[in-house]
């Protein structure tokens, strides 16, 4: 006798159960052995030896046993560690379910796990009754399928039929409730009716997944490719539990990798709730400060309303216009430049309006009631002629305050440079402080005529002593109030220094944020080895941004891209300009550069107004395939320059931008963006850029350094190694510039293959 489990009998009285895995060394004297297996099963569904037995030498079973024990050890730790964590997660986020059950499937796992295969249970409790360690493996089976029932169903919760789900979750408390009553000889034969539930529940969860994949879930493609690995797991599973295949059990395997996808799931679930939250902070932010602006300030004074918002929503100029007098007025105006709130008193219809103000655009926003966004182009100056042909003015808006559904004011904006979140940011901004805006148009009417009808009060003077003497007092009165006030603007001036700090740390911190989209340069030099990026950003937050994603083994895509506008719009230009790249590319497994870019139109199209023609990208795009050491190239605007042999080519771009509506329309019957294919020898080097290395104006000459200097610095650096070819491109841009202002976000990236 070299080994036994339980106890061999010739009935149930007489025989014992045991359930173990172990290694028998033996020597044999001779040249043939006979090994001699007795077994008896009266407790069971199955019995006997449930997997093939494996021959070798001691050392190598030994030392394969090791191998799995310390596999299963991993595994099981693992499990634990991830399941401390989500419930913790639970514990401070208690409203979300999900954490709790997806911490519930991880310790059922791998409590099962460990009464199976080497069954580490055993080896930590060799004593453990047979009975229970086979409960202990039934009902952790069935509790995992529950729990990730539960857990699925939370994540995607407006996807599933919730009486479903719990008629599921019914019939598994029902199996368990069974094998927790019953002994092993009955209840292990309701396995078959669990891989049946299972396979059920599995499907029912795929279809969920679909459906939370086409509506565009957050984190709903990982868990639906965590689901099917499961399944299939799954499948294989109750075909060998059939004898249908001779496979090995991949369920641990299928709810391992499930595992990791599902934990992906909810970092990204919690990602995209937390850029949620802090937009809405952002814009009730936004919205605190010109509130606290209007609450302190005089109540029948603009100027001090004006200035808060235009701080906020970054307007370069503003005007404030009243309907008085049966006649419509500028009242006050603002300059940012300056920080100078003063008074004016301007005739919209005095036929010299159009000194101050684009005449023609408040007059259409008084007879339309609608909100006017113009983007200044030369058509427009054309129409506008008479106060837009010589000025600097790059956008206006202008929005009308409707009361009584009658037009009372207008607020006025210009800008001198275009903002791309202009008339978005303004417009929520001003819906949501609407109320208190309203209360001092009225208080500021209010005060006009009280100022009217104190000035007939002073023609009387010399005739009504006593109201004289009232009049004083009440001027005094408004002596002291003004004074107060004065004191709480001195109050508002500390409060806005402190609130542009906060404001300038979260510029900061939102470059941070902006930095985490940007692909590790070490990723790209993982397939392009000799190659440098030269990324650098006019302000803090750059407009400019790079992408790069290995759609296989052996491919992978580039993409250089300039977004409309610098510092926070552009930063916001290239958040969306990620999503929708990460969308046509990774999601919908577009491959070829001219159909990225269509699509990405297309996409810009569906996503931003047709009218703000103020947004967009210009963009270079690049495959490569490694196998056929090929290169696609295709972009719009942007063209790339390729050296061969010291020979340079360029290859030219579609001449028009993402999202230029106007200038699409000449394309719309070819839909325009076309490839350029490219065979590629070895020392073959290729340029994707911006353009704010060729627009940078140099201080000596006040001119920008222009497209046909930049080819040739290009080609003079084309040999040296990627590190230097930066360098060099550094200092000549620091040479040329000088003293002078960065003019654009600037972009630079090299490749030698």
Do not use: C
Not at 234 to 261: C, P, Y
Not at 556 to 577: E, F, Q
């Amino acid at each position: 006798m070299l080994k036994s489990i339980g106890k061999v009998g010739l009935n149930k009285n007489e025989s014992k159960p045991g359930w173990s895995s172990s290694d028998i060394i033996f020597k044999a004297d001779n040249i043939t052995a006979e090994i001699i297996i007795q077994v008896s099963n009266f407790h069971h569904k199955k019995g006997g030896i449930e997997k093939n037995i494996t021959f070798g030498y001691n050392e190598k079973i030994i030392d394969a046993g090791w191998r799995v024990l310390i596999l299963n050890i991993f595994l099981l730790g693992a499990l634990m560690i991830m399941a401390s964590y989500h419930l913790g997660m639970f514990v401070f986020r208690s409203n979300d379910k999900s954490n709790l059950y997806f911490a519930l499937t991880l310790i059922f796992t791998g409590i099962f796990s460990s009464t199976a295969a080497e069954i580490l249970l055993i080896k930590i409790i060799p004593d453990l009754n047979w009975q229970v360690l086979v409960k202990t493996n039934y009902i952790s089976n069935y509790l995992r399928l529950l729990f990730f029932l539960l857990f699925i169903h939370f994540s995607f919760e407006k996807q599933f039929n919730r009486i479903f789900t719990y008629f599921l979750t019914i019939l598994i408390i029902v199996l368990i409730l069974f094998v927790a009553v019953t002994p092993a000889s009955i209840f292990t034969n309701t396995l078959f009716i669990f891989l049946i539930l299972a396979g059920i529940t599995l499907i029912y969860l795929v279809f969920g997944q679909i459906k939370a994949l086409l509506n565009k879930i957050p984190g709903s493609l990982y868990s639906l490719i965590g689901m099917l690995i499961l399944l299939v797991a799954a499948a294989n599973d109750i075909l060998q539990e059939l004898h249908l295949i001779k496979t090995i059990s991949l369920t641990t395997f299928g709810f391992f990798m499930f595992i990791i996808l599902h934990s992906y799931l909810i970092s990204v679930q919690n990602a995209y709730s937390y850029k949620s939250i802090k937009k809405i902070t952002k814009n009730l932010k936004l919205q605190g400060i010109v509130k606290d602006a209007l609450f302190s300030a005089n109540s029948y004074n603009l100027k001090e309303p004006l200035k808060a918002i235009s701080e906020v929503i970054d307007s370069d100029r503003s005007l404030i216009f009243i309907f008085r007098d049966n006649n419509w007025i500028a009242t006050n105006e603002y300059i940012k430049k300056e920080r100078k709130a003063t008074n004016m008193r301007v005739n919209v219809f005095s036929g010299k309006e159009d000194i101050y103000f684009s005449a023609r655009s408040v007059k259409k926003a008084i007879s339309s009631r609608k909100q006017i966004y113009t983007i200044v182009t030369d058509a427009v100056k054309a129409k506008d002629h008479a106060y837009l042909e010589h000025s600097e003015i790059k956008a206006l808006f202008i929005y009308p305050l409707i009361k009584d559904d009658l037009v009372q004011g207008l607020l006025y904006f210009e800008n001198y440079s275009i903002k791309s979140d202009f008339e978005n940011i303004t417009v929520g901004i001003l819906q949501a402080i609407m109320p208190q805006i309203a209360v001092f148009m009225d208080n500021f009417t209010s005060y006009y005529k009280l100022n009217a009808f104190n000035e007939e009060l002073e023609e009387k003077v010399l005739q009504a002593t006593k109201e004289i003497e009232a009049r004083n007092k009440e001027l005094k009165d408004l002596r002291s109030e003004v004074e107060k006030q004065n004191l709480s603007i001195e109050k508002t001036k500390v409060e806005l220094e402190k609130q542009n700090q906060e404001i300038s740390d979260g510029t900061y911190y939102a470059k941070k944020i902006q930095n985490a989209f940007l692909p590790f340069e070490s990723e790209i030099k993982s397939i392009f080895s000799e190659s440098f990026i030269m990324l650098k950003p006019k302000d803090v937050l750059s407009g400019d941004f790079y992408w790069f994603e290995k759609i296989s083994p052996t491919e992978s895509i580039l993409v250089v891209a300039d977004s409309t506008g610098i510092s926070v719009s552009g930063a916001l230009m290239t958040i969306i300009g990620h999503e929708i790249i990460n969308e046509t590319v990774i999601y919908n497994k577009n491959k070829s550069p001219k159909i990225i870019l269509n699509k990405i139109q297309s996409e810009f199209e569906n996503r931003i107004s047709k009218e703000n023609n103020l947004v967009g990208y210009d963009l270079s795009i690049i495959y490569f395939n490694v196998d056929k050491r090929e290169v696609i190239f295709s972009g719009a605007q942007h063209p790339a320059f390729f050296i061969r042999d010291n020979n340079m080519i360029e290859f030219k771009a579609t001449l028009v931008s993402i999202g230029h509506s106007e200038l699409l329309e000449n394309y719309k019957k070819t839909r325009f963006f076309t490839n350029s294919r490219i065979s590629l020898k070895k020392e073959d080097v290729i340029y994707l850029f911006s353009d704010g290395f060729i627009k940078q104006v140099g201080e000596k000459t006040q001119k920008k350094y222009m497209k046909m200097n930049f080819k040739t610095l290009i080609k003079s650096i084309h040999k040296d190694q990627p590190k230097l070819q930066k360098e060099k491109l550094e200092i000549a841009l620091s040479e040329w510039k000088g003293n002078e202002q960065q003019t654009d976000d600037i972009l630079i990236v090299g490749i030698k293959f």
